[in-house]
């Protein structure tokens, strides 16, 4: 219930800020900004997997959200907008490093790129190993998901958004949307199947669907 009652305060609060911007106060789109600028940096990297690359989306995303405000429909919820706005720029900036690479992703683990979870550097070696082997296998598992599959994973277990969120963002129906995930969740427990009888693995690595 205070969850509820905190998403509702920021939408209102959201709002607020909306009609102050349009109103002619371009400040209050900096706080709009700071209010979500985390959120969608953070979404951004699990999809690119590039500090880089997250930081472009979110300053593209920012900017063309800033453009389209006027389309905004007041009704909406402006965090499930803009969270769709940045999946679409992160994903068109995929789309842009394939055609620069001119070759396919690669599925080669790269152990200086930061991967969906980084190991425990305390840990001892045996468990180093294993981690450094379950986040290979997720990278690679990541890289065979579609657009659609992955942002769906991301959204949904790294995230915790709901079907109807990921389906806006997708702009897919709900039911298209559970299909993504579905398949996303089937890719990655193939990858990490053979590791679940792993020693060391105090649970196995599989993911909820």
């Not at 509820?4 to 959201?14: E, H, I, P, Q």
């Not at 607020?16 to 911007?21: K, P, S, Y």
């Not at 907008?81 to 992703?105: D, F, G, M």
């Not at 990541?142 to 657009?147: D, G, I």
Request: charged content about 30%; aromatic content about 6%.
């Amino acid at each position: 219930m205070a969850l509820l009652r905190s998403n509702t305060g920021m939408a209102k609060n959201d709002q607020a800020l909306i009609r102050a911007v349009l109103a002619g106060n371009k400040d209050a789109y900096g706080d709009l900004a700071e209010r979500h600028g985390d959120t969608m940096f953070r979404v951004a990297f699990r999809i690119t997997e590039s500090e880089p690359d997250a930081q472009e989306v979110v300053q593209e995303a920012l900017l063309r959200s800033y453009r389209s405000l006027t389309e905004f429909d007041a009704r909406s919820d402006f965090r499930t907008w803009i969270y769709r706005i940045t999946v679409n720029c992160a994903l068109q900036l995929l789309e842009k490093r394939k055609k620069e690479a001119a070759v396919p992703i690669t599925e080669e683990f790269d152990e200086q790129v930061s991967g969906i979870q980084l190991p425990d550097a305390t840990a001892g070696p045996e468990r180093l190993l294993l981690d450094r082997e379950i986040e290979h296998r997720r990278h690679a598992a990541m890289e065979k998901m579609t657009e659609d599959e992955r942002v769906a994973f991301v959204l949904r277990h790294l995230e915790g958004r709901s079907t109807d969120e990921i389906a806006t963002a997708l702009g897919v129906t709900p039911n298209n949307a559970k299909q993504s995930v579905f398949r996303a969740v089937q890719k990655m427990r193939k990858a990490l199947a053979p590791l679940w009888g792993a020693p060391l693995l105090g649970r196995r690595p599989g993911v909820k669907s």
